[in-house]
C-alpha cells in the first residue's frame, strides 16, 4: 500500500535504508539477539548514512526533511526486528525533547553527535514502583549550588547499557501540590560522577535491545543540564508522549504486516494431507481474517500518521492505535505460529522471535490500560 503522505524522494530513501539494512543488518540480526546486543558500529554506520535523526537543523547534523522519513525508517527497522526499536527511540522519542526544549548551547554541545551515533540516547521514566503513574515517581533532584543532587533508581531503560546521553524524569520539588508540578528533566552524560548502571535485564523478548536499570547516588549533574524549566518535566513528558505511542503503533503494524506475509509463503509451500495447507479452509478463513484486520488498521494508521504531520491534537486516536495494533499484532503472531504448525515453535523460524517480542508493545509508552483510560476521558466518560 503506498502511504498517502509519502513522495518519491521518501520511496526513494526507503530504497537506499533497506539496500543499506540488507547489507549492514539482516545478516547479523541473528547474532545479536544471541550476543544481547546490536554493536556501535552499527550507530555509527547509521549515522555515517544520514539514517540517524535526520528531521533535525542542518546546523546541528541534521537533514531538515518531514516526519514521513522517520516513518520509512522505523518501518524499514522493524522489518529487521523489533530489537532495533532503540534507534526509533533515540531518534524520534529522545532527541525531540533536546530539540524542542533545550537552549542553544544544549543542542549544539549534544545534537551534532545524535547524528553521527557517537551519543547515543535513552529516556528514564519507569521505577521499580512507578510505570504509568509517572506524577509520583520517587527519583529527586534537589539544587545545591551549580549543581544537582540527583538520586533514585530507574528501570527497564531501553538503550539503558549503551547510552551516553539520559534524559531523566525527577522531581526537583518534591512537596509541589499537585505531584506532577515538582517533575522536571535532567540531562546525565555517561561519567556523570554517582551515575552507575545496574542489571542489564533478561527478556522474554527483543534479545538484542540493551535494557538495563540504571541507580543515581548522589549523582551531580551540573544545572546547566536541566532541560526546559523547573516543575515542567511532566508537561513535557505529556507532550512528547503522543509520538513516542504513535511509534509503537507503527512498529506493531508493520510487524503485523510482515508476520502475515511470511505465514502465506509458509502456509503455500508446506503440504499436509496431498495439498498445501493454504488449500484448507479453516486456513483460508484465518488468512482473510488478519489480512482484513491488517488492511483496515493500516487505512486508519496511516491517515493518523498524516495528521500527526500536519501538527494537529491527535491524541485520542493515538491512544487508539496504540491499543489496538498492538493488541492485534499479539493476536495475529499467536494465529501465524498456529498456522506453522511445531514449525512455528521452532527457533529457526522468525514467526517463533515476532511471537516473543511483540506482547511487550502493548506494555510499554503507557499500558494498553492507561491508553483505554485516556480514550475514556477524552470521551467525557
Not at 544471541?34 to 554506520?45: G, H, L, N, Q, V
Not at 527478556?203 to 548522589?218: M, P, R, S, Y
Not at 504531520?309 to 501465524?336: H, N, P
Not at 504448525?341 to 492507561?370: H, K, L
Request: glycine share 8%; with cysteine; proline share 3%.
Amino acid at each position: 500500500m503506498k502511504h498517502p503522505y509519502l513522495t518519491d524522494d521518501h520511496e526513494i530513501f526507503r530504497k537506499s535504508l533497506r539496500k543499506f539494512l540488507e547489507k549492514e543488518a539482516y545478516p547479523f540480526y541473528e547474532q545479536w539477539e544471541e550476543d544481547r546486543m546490536i554493536p556501535r558500529s552499527f550507530w555509527t554506520k547509521m549515522g555515517e548514512q544520514g539514517y540517524l535523526c535526520p528531521d533535525i537543523d542542518e546546523q546541528y547534523g541534521g537533514s531538515e526533511v518531514d516526519w514521513g522519513f522517520a516513518v520509512v525508517i522505523n518501518e524499514e527497522l522493524e522489518r529487521v526486528g523489533s530489537g532495533l526499536v532503540g534507534v526509533g527511540l533515540h531518534n524520534d522519542i529522545v532527541v525531540p525533547y533536546i530539540t524542542a526544549f533545550g537552549t542553544e548551547e544544549q543542542k549544539k554541545r549534544w545534537l551534532p553527535k545524535c547524528t553521527t551515533g557517537e551519543i547515543i540516547t535513552a529516556i528514564a521514566m519507569t521505577e521499580p514502583g512507578t510505570g504509568s503513574d509517572l506524577a509520583n515517581i520517587q527519583t529527586t533532584a534537589i539544587l545545591d549550588g551549580d549543581h544537582y543532587i540527583l538520586n533514585g533508581q530507574k528501570t527497564f531503560i531501553t538503550n539503558g547499557i549503551q547510552s551516553d546521553l539520559i534524559v531523566v524524569a525527577c522531581k526537583t520539588d518534591p512537596k509541589a501540590n499537585p505531584k506532577h508540578k515538582g517533575v522536571s528533566l535532567l540531562v546525565v552524560e555517561r561519567d556523570t560522577p554517582g551515575f552507575s548502571r545496574g542489571r542489564k535485564l533478561n527478556k522474554v523478548g527483543l534479545h538484542c535491545q540493551d535494557t538495563a536499570e540504571l541507580i543515581f547516588e548522589d549523582c551531580r549533574v551540573p544545572k546547566e543540564n536541566l532541560l526546559g524549566e523547573e516543575g515542567k518535566g511532566f508537561l513535557y513528558l505529556m507532550e512528547k508522549l503522543q509520538q513516542e505511542r504513535l511509534l509503537v503503533a507503527i512498529a506493531a503494524q508493520t510487524a503485523s504486516e510482515v508476520m502475515l506475509k511470511q505465514t502465506i509463503e509458509y502456509v503455500k509451500s508446506r503440504e499436509a494431507f496431498g495439498k498445501p495447507v493454504s488449500k484448507f479452509q479453516n486456513t483460508q478463513f484465518k488468512i482473510v481474517e488478519m489480512a482484513t484486520e491488517i488492511e483496515m488498521s493500516r487505512a486508519f494508521l496511516d491517515q493518523l500518521i498524516a495528521e500527526h504531520i500536519e501538527g494537529k491534537d491527535v491524541v485520542t486516536k493515538v491512544s487508539m492505535a496504540k491499543w489496538k495494533l498492538t493488541d492485534s499484532a499479539r493476536k495475529i503472531a499467536a494465529e501465524c505460529m498456529q498456522l506453522h504448525g511445531g514449525y512455528g515453535y521452532m527457533e529457526e523460524y522468525e514467526i517463533a522471535r515476532r511471537f516473543r517480542d511483540i506482547p511487550v508493545a502493548s506494555i510499554y509508552a503507557g499500558t494498553n490500560e492507561i491508553m483505554k483510560t485516556i480514550i475514556a476521558k477524552n470521551l467525557g466518560l
